[in-house]
């Protein structure tokens, strides 16, 4: 028996909850979102998402602060928490995701390596993020980014009757 992809696990739970999601991605170009809609009646959970690739895009469609980006850069915490938040409130979302990184192959630093990603969510009772390191290529990046942000959605989803993610 083959497990259910995660995608699918996540529309189950959202479903059973009745909540709503949202993404904001950057690295992963809309890959959470295509895979969140890729399950029969998504629609009654996906409200939408925003690629926002260039950080003009993150200030003007996300609301991230032109300073979050000067000092910490695209590829942060804060940024990734902010886009999440940012697609939250335009999408008046139960919960927002949110991926940004560098994909590869180029475009890494000493302090910031291609592969590295953040992953971001935000809810009403929560905000978390992760920081990962993948050592792929930049299609495969790209696929445990996204990845890991269902991963993330369905943890505080199988948590939420029991609130365990409350800070």
């Given at each position: 028996?083959?497990?259910?992809?995660?995608?699918?696990?996540?529309?189950r739970?959202?479903?059973?909850?009745?909540?709503?999601?949202?993404?904001?991605?950057?690295c992963?170009?809309?890959?959470?979102?295509?895979?969140?809609?890729?399950?029969?009646?998504?629609?009654e959970?996906?409200?939408g998402?925003?690629i926002?690739?260039?950080?003009?895009?993150?200030?003007?469609?996300l609301?991230?602060?032109p300073?979050?980006?000067?000092?910490?850069?695209?590829?942060?915490?804060?940024?990734?928490?902010?886009?999440a938040?940012?697609?939250?409130e335009?999408?008046?979302?139960?919960?927002?995701?949110?991926?940004?990184?560098?994909?590869?192959?180029?475009?890494g630093?000493?302090?910031?390596?291609?592969?590295?990603?953040?992953?971001?969510?935000?809810?009403?009772?929560?905000?978390?993020?992760?920081?990962?390191?993948?050592?792929?290529d930049?299609?495969?990046?790209?696929?445990?980014?996204?990845?890991?942000?269902?991963r993330?959605?369905?943890?505080?989803?199988?948590?939420?009757?029991g609130?365990r993610?409350?800070?």
């Amino acid at each position: 028996m083959t497990e259910e992809p995660l995608e699918a696990q996540v529309g189950r739970l959202l479903l059973r909850h009745r909540l709503t999601v949202a993404t904001a991605e950057s690295c992963t170009g809309g890959l959470v979102g295509h895979l969140l809609t890729n399950v029969p009646g998504s629609s009654e959970y996906v409200l939408g998402g925003i690629i926002a690739y260039s950080n003009k895009a993150k200030i003007s469609l996300l609301g991230v602060h032109p300073e979050t980006l000067e000092q910490h850069g695209a590829v942060s915490e804060l940024t990734a928490l902010a886009m999440a938040h940012g697609a939250r409130e335009r999408f008046g979302a139960d919960i927002a995701v949110s991926v940004t990184g560098i994909a590869g192959p180029t475009g890494g630093t000493p302090d910031k390596p291609v592969g590295l990603v953040f992953v971001g969510l935000v809810a009403a009772d929560v905000q978390r993020c992760e920081r990962h390191v993948w050592a792929a290529d930049r299609l495969g990046n790209k696929q445990l980014s996204a990845e890991a942000a269902l991963r993330l959605l369905l943890d505080y989803l199988q948590g939420y009757g029991g609130k365990r993610w409350l800070a």
